[in-house]
T-cell receptor, first 112, second 114 residues
Framework: NAGVTQTPKFQVLKTGQSMTLQCAQD?????MYWYRQDPGMGLRLIYY???????DKGEVPNGYNVSRLNKREFSLRLESAAPSQTSVYFC???????????FGDGTRLSIL | SQQGEEDPQALSIQEGENATMNCSYK?????LQWYRQNSGRGLVHLIL?????REKHSGRLRVTLDTSKKSSSLLITASRAADTASYFC??????????????FGQGTTLQVKP
């Protein structure tokens, strides 16, 4: 079982470039999430999708947009990348909002 | 802002010893979860304890929850080198919704020496 798959695993961008991070889950989960993790920090929620067709802001949504393409896929877009967005991005999914979350292995993004 | 504060930030023990990590949070919750993160990997769910539970066990893991003190502890007994990882507590925020919006602590980095 693949679980939660994130692509790409690594990316380097220049300030102002745009990029979409992809996430797909094969567990038939309803809820999906995007987090960022900065050095020495826990995860902070960027956006989440409680169910197909819905998205909502988390703690740190500024500078990001998301699309819940279908039940399996949830993408995160940086329209104009900034150095402050250098981070490791994790996608997660759960059966519903009250169930434990399953995480991908992250996308390591550097913005120069 | 982060809901959870974890203590200690780092812990180094010998194989076979017990490891205890603590987590404090600020608001009411429905549940509290513990996750493990190995270096360079995503988080893995360990255990979930509901607000009406005081203690829960899973293998070598024991979690306690004291809602009056807004705190939780994770005990790993008879630690192994493979337990070396970062451990995070996560709460569901204000306790009024089931959206899955988790707030994570900063984590405890555990090193178990062989």
């Amino acid at each position: 079982n693949a679980g939660v798959t994130q692509t790409p695993k690594f990316q380097v961008l220049k300030t102002g470039q745009s990029m979409t991070l992809q996430c797909a889950q094969d567990m038939n989960h309803n809820s999906m999430y995007w987090y960022r993790q900065d050095p020495g920090m826990g995860l902070r929620l960027i956006y989440y999708s409680a169910s197909e067709g819905t998205t909502d802001k988390g703690e740190v949504p500024n500078g990001y947009n998301v699309s819940r393409l279908n039940k399996r896929e949830f993408s995160l877009r940086l329209e104009s990348a900034a150095p402050s967005q250098t981070s490791v991005y994790f996608c997660a999914s759960s059966l519903t909002g009250i169930h434990p979350q399953h995480f991908g292995d992250g996308t390591r993004l550097s913005i120069l | 802002s982060q809901q959870g504060e974890e203590d200690p930030q780092a812990l180094s023990i010998q194989e076979g010893e017990n490891a205890t990590m603590n987590c404090s949070y600020k608001t009411s919750i429905n549940n509290l979860q513990w996750y493990r993160q190995n270096s360079g990997r995503g988080l893995v769910h360990l255990i979930l304890i509901r607000s009406n539970e005081r203690e829960k066990h899973s293998g070598r893991l024991r979690v306690t929850l004291d809602t009056s003190k807004k705190s939780s502890s994770l005990l790993i007994t008879a630690s192994r080198a493979a337990d070396t990882a970062s451990y995070f507590c996560a709460t569901d925020g204000d306790g009024s919704s089931n959206t899955g919006k988790l707030i994570f602590g900063q984590g405890t980095t555990l090193q178990v020496k062989p």
